[in-house]
Every structure is written in structure tokens, then in C-alpha cells.
């Protein structure tokens, strides 16, 4: 397996446009997290998913994200309209079964100027 | 809210000496997790030791596991320069949705 991939690696966008994160997890697992890292507050648990039903979304730091997972393998986070304070690096990582190791993904950098 | 949390923050070494970091956590606990991020990457999955378990070899790692003072340290021996990193630890318990909240981290710099 390729491990978990992350689309796009970079993105670089204009503040109040929208912007799409996807994830495809590691095929046969279970669960599902995203998560947002700065420097100023640390790697933040957004979101978690467990055969694609979110089962705790109280890290989703308001109305302006959304995320979803329409199936097994795949999943996007959606911030619109995107501020420049969303700028940080976007991680997914999956999961067995929410119990034993979790594989990251390589991260979205995302700067909204 | 966290249920584990590293400390210290931050530790510097030189290289060869033996690095030890500390998780503490709140509730009990299905196992104890511990991964390393290199500077602007995704965290990797170092070891995993069950609660009933005590202590856990890994190469150059050891983990330990105390769960009446509901704390893990990590000893890295003989550390070289590629161990700079940072250092989480994650302690999945029943509540799945609170497996994977990661604390700070401690930021282990080892100078050649």
C-alpha cells in the first residue's frame, strides 16, 4: 500500500475562496482523522471518522470547515471562505481501528494570502 | 482536551548521550503510542506498548510504562543527529474519539 495520500502537497490561495483538502486512507482501515498544525497551537485534532460516520467533529474550529468521507477511501475538508489564519499544514492519518498505530500523511501546506 | 502531554517541552543533547522524554495522561488506557515528526512532516508511528505491559525494546528504544502514576518515558540510547525531532505520545482509551489528541510534543535537538 502507498501509505496515506494527501492532495494537494502545496496550496496556495486568495482569502474567501474555497479550498478543498482530500485524503485517501490506507485501504482497509476504519478510521479516519484530520488535523491542523502551527506553530502557535500545536497539531489539533479537527475531526474523526470511523467507517465513514464523523463520530467526534468538536475540534472543527467553526462553520467555515466541513468535512466529509462519502466512502472508505476518500475524504475531503473543505474551508470556505478560507482567512489567512487557516494557514498552517493539514494532516489526515488512519487507522486500523482507532486503537493501534496511526499513519499520517505527508500534510497539505496551506497559506491563504 | 488532551489526555497525554510530554514533557519537557524541549531537550537538548549531544550526540551519543541517552535522550529521555515523559507522557503523563488522565484515564486508563487501552495502550500507549509513541511517534516522532520530523521537521514539516507527517508523524511516524515508533512503538506501542498494551497496558499491561511494562517496558518495550526497539532498537535504540526503550518505553516504559507505569499505569498506577499513569505515565511513559521514552529513552532513546546513544542518540546521533537523524533522532532531531519532535516526539508525541498518544494514549488510545474507549472514548475512540479522543484516541489520537496529541500534546505538545517534546522537541528533542541532538547536537553532532
Known amino acids: 500500500d502507498a501509505g496515506v495520500i494527501q492532495s494537494p502537497r502545496h496550496e496556495v490561495t486568495e482569502m474567501g475562496q474555497e479550498v478543498t483538502l482530500r485524503c485517501k486512507p490506507i485501504?482497509?482501515?476504519?478510521?479516519l482523522f484530520w488535523y491542523r498544525q502551527t506553530m502557535m497551537r500545536g497539531l489539533e485534532l479537527l475531526i474523526y471518522?470511523?467507517?465513514?460516520?464523523?463520530?467526534?467533529d468538536s475540534g472543527m474550529p467553526e462553520d467555515r470547515f466541513s468535512a466529509k468521507m462519502p466512502n472508505a477511501s476518500f475524504s475531503t475538508l473543505k474551508i470556505q471562505p478560507s482567512e489567512p489564519r487557516d494557514s498552517a499544514v493539514y494532516f489526515c492519518?488512519?487507522?486500523?481501528?482507532?486503537?493501534?498505530?496511526?499513519?499520517f500523511g505527508q500534510g497539505t501546506r496551506l497559506t491563504v494570502v | 482536551s488532551q489526555q497525554g502531554e510530554e514533557d519537557p517541552q524541549a531537550l537538548s543533547i549531544q550526540e551519543g548521550e541517552n535522550a529521555t522524554m515523559n507522557c503523563s495522561y488522565k484515564?486508563?488506557?487501552?495502550?500507549l503510542q509513541w511517534y516522532r515528526q520530523n521537521s514539516g512532516r507527517g508523524l511516524v508511528h515508533l512503538i506501542l506498548?498494551?497496558?499491561?505491559?511494562r517496558e518495550k525494546h526497539s532498537g535504540r528504544l526503550r518505553v516504559t510504562l507505569d499505569t498506577s502514576k499513569k505515565s511513559s518515558s521514552l529513552l532513546i540510547t546513544a542518540s546521533r543527529a537523524a533522532d532531531t525531532a519532535s516526539y508525541f505520545c498518544?494514549?488510545?482509551?474507549?472514548?475512540?474519539?479522543?484516541?489520537?489528541?496529541f500534546g505538545p510534543g517534546t522537541r528533542l535537538s541532538v547536537l553532532p
Open positions: 506498548i498494551r497496558s499491561n505491559e
Open positions: 498518544a494514549t488510545p482509551t474507549r472514548d475512540y474519539g479522543q484516541n489520537f489528541v
Open positions: 492519518a488512519s487507522s486500523l481501528d482507532g486503537n493501534t498505530e496511526a499513519f
Open positions: 485501504s482497509g482501515h476504519n478510521s
Open positions: 471518522f470511523n467507517n465513514n460516520v464523523p463520530i467526534d
Open positions: 484515564t486508563s488506557i487501552n495502550n
